[in-house]
């Protein structure tokens, strides 16, 4: 079953860590989203292998934007 990470607020993609392909471990930094001048890290809710990645840098986000799939 594929998990989504959803953005938590709105803001702006600063970091983007892992790539389609990549296996990630829950709790795993997989993105950095900035907002209100801050760097929010984005973790991983469950382990798996990434299966999309919905965002790049410099995206602008809305919060519940789907960011990544794990699969």
Do not use: W
């Not at 997989?30 to 965002?55: C, D, Q, W």
């Not at 986000?61 to 794990?70: D, E, N, P, R, Y």
């Amino acid at each position: 079953m594929s998990t989504e990470i959803l953005a938590p607020m709105p803001g702006t993609i600063f970091q983007v860590h892992v790539k389609p392909g990549d296996a990630v471990t829950e709790g795993q930094e997989i993105l950095v989203l900035e907002a209100m001048k801050m760097e929010n890290p984005i973790a991983a809710t469950s382990s798996g292998t990434i299966a999309e990645v919905r965002v790049k840098v410099e995206d602008k986000v809305a919060t519940k934007q789907v960011l990544v799939v794990i699969d």
